[in-house]
Nanobody, 124 residues
């Protein structure tokens, strides 16, 4: 089974940048579509970005489009989320997830492997 571990979270000022990493172990993620989700206190988990197993298609939530970039390196079994121009409303726990049911997936229910999450706080 795939185990996912996120890293790279932290506190940053508005307008700053962070790069999250999601390292997989247990088996290769080269045949999995990968996604990033986030959950703020008192809110439901929401879709952020996804990338196909080949890396040829990416899809973003409107709230992060143009600011966030998802990428993957299958040789390192790792997925990344580059976050630029961060805003206070980006504050949340960010989760990495894997699925092999669909080419592109934006709903949490499609994903069956999840990491533990990493906290991102955007505040001045």
């Amino acid at each position: 089974q795939v185990q996912l571990t996120e890293s790279g979270g932290g506190m940053v000022q508005p307008g700053g940048s962070l790069r999250l990493s999601c390292a997989a172990s247990g088996r290769t993620i080269s045949s999995y579509g990968m996604g990033w989700f986030r959950q703020a206190p008192g809110k439901e988990r929401e879709f952020v970005a996804t990338i196909t197993w080949t890396g040829d298609i990416t899809y973003y939530a409107d709230s992060v489009k143009g600011r966030f970039t998802i990428s993957r390196d299958n040789t390192k079994n790792t997925v990344y989320l580059q976050m630029n121009s961060l805003k206070p409303e980006d504050t949340a726990v960010y989760y990495c997830a894997a699925q092999n049911k669909a080419r592109v997936a934006v709903t949490p229910q499609t994903y069956d492997r999840w990491g533990q999450g990493t906290q991102v706080t955007v505040s001045s």
